[in-house]
């Protein structure tokens, strides 16, 4: 009886071992099957199955030993690309398609990395991408800028493009003296316009655009300039006809843009 116990717990014991060893060789395979990439000062870490995926690509090259690479600090590969856009670059690797985020702009550039990267396949879904987006067309975005020199009226901006009003928004907490924690909610009236009402003569002058508790926010001529600036950055073009007799183009009734 002794001798057929020891011999199972020794059979058990070897399983044991024998398990584990299986689970060591298949946890070092694992890790020789991932490679970490430094795209542009990026990490990126994948498999080389998916690296692979595609042959006669510069990435199937590295890979196989093809292709000589750098090394950086750490020993990862080196490849001097954009590390932001290798995201879409490694992602169609995994999927097979291409899949951008909504509202991506930077095709011409993608295309770039596509080419160097020798994927064929992306280069034509980006081209494709990119002659859909010429053939469709592109709602006009106005923008107007009004100063109606009236206590119930103020200061007036209008744009047809919610995000516009939301970069006026937060440039004109920056600009704020009182470095507001958010917007004032109630120069908002919804998200196309935003309407200044508050606002009284300085000594010099100069109107202050104040909330209903008298904070003080900014003057009206830093609130039409960081406007005016904002729209020259975004791509707009400046429509008015100015009227010299004016001055600057900030003390202007009325300005239109368009983009």
């Given at each position: 009886m002794?001798?057929?116990i020891?011999?199972?717990?020794?059979?058990?014991?070897?399983e044991?071992?024998?398990n584990?060893l299986?689970d060591?060789?298949?946890?070092?395979?694992c890790k020789?099957?991932?490679?970490?990439?430094?795209?542009?000062?990026?990490?990126y870490i994948?498999?080389k199955?998916?690296l692979t995926?595609?042959?006669d690509?510069?990435l199937?090259?590295?890979?196989?030993?093809?292709i000589?690479?750098?090394?950086?600090?750490?020993?990862h590969?080196?490849i001097?690309?954009?590390g932001?856009?290798?995201?879409?670059?490694?992602?169609f690797?995994?999927n097979g398609?291409?899949?951008?985020?909504?509202?991506?702009?930077?095709n011409q550039?993608?295309?770039q990395?596509?080419?160097?990267f020798?994927?064929?396949?992306?280069?034509?879904?980006?081209?494709?991408?990119?002659?859909?987006e010429q053939?469709?067309p592109?709602?006009?975005?106005?923008?107007?800028?009004?100063?109606?020199?009236?206590?119930?009226?103020?200061?007036?901006?209008?744009c047809n493009a919610?995000d516009?009003?939301?970069?006026i928004?937060?440039?004109?907490?920056?600009v704020?003296?009182?470095?507001l924690?958010g917007?004032?909610?109630?120069?908002?009236?919804?998200?196309?316009?935003?309407?200044?009402?508050?606002?009284?003569?300085?000594?010099?002058g100069?109107r202050?655009v104040?909330?209903?508790?008298?904070?003080f926010v900014?003057t009206?001529?830093?609130?039409?300039?960081?406007?005016i600036?904002m729209?020259?950055?975004?791509?707009?073009?400046?429509?008015?006809?100015?009227?010299?007799?004016?001055?600057?183009i900030v003390?202007?009734?009325?300005?239109?843009?368009i983009?």
């Amino acid at each position: 009886m002794e001798r057929k116990i020891n011999r199972r717990e020794k059979e058990k014991e070897y399983e044991g071992k024998h398990n584990s060893l299986e689970d060591a060789d298949q946890g070092k395979n694992c890790k020789s099957t991932l490679m970490t990439l430094n795209v542009g000062g990026y990490l990126y870490i994948t498999q080389k199955q998916t690296l692979t995926k595609y042959p006669d690509t510069f990435l199937e090259g590295i890979v196989n030993g093809k292709i000589l690479c750098p090394f950086d600090a750490d020993g990862h590969y080196f490849i001097d690309r954009d590390g932001l856009l290798f995201r879409h670059v490694l992602n169609f690797l995994r999927n097979g398609e291409l899949l951008l985020p909504e509202g991506f702009r930077e095709n011409q550039l993608l295309a770039q990395e596509a080419e160097f990267f020798q994927l064929k396949g992306l280069a034509d879904e980006v081209k494709s991408r990119w002659e859909k987006e010429q053939l469709t067309p592109r709602e006009t975005t106005f923008l107007e800028i009004t100063d109606n020199h009236d206590r119930s009226q103020g200061l007036r901006i209008f744009c047809n493009a919610p995000d516009f009003i939301s970069k006026i928004k937060s440039r004109i907490v920056l600009v704020s003296k009182s470095r507001l924690d958010g917007f004032p909610e109630e120069f908002s009236v919804s998200s196309n316009i935003i309407q200044f009402k508050y606002f009284i003569k300085s000594e010099n002058g100069t109107r202050l655009v104040l909330k209903e508790d008298n904070t003080f926010v900014c003057t009206l001529e830093t609130l039409k300039f960081e406007a005016i600036m904002m729209a020259l950055k975004c791509g707009f073009r400046l429509l008015t006809s100015l009227d010299c007799s004016k001055g600057s183009i900030v003390h202007s009734d009325a300005l239109h843009f368009i983009k």
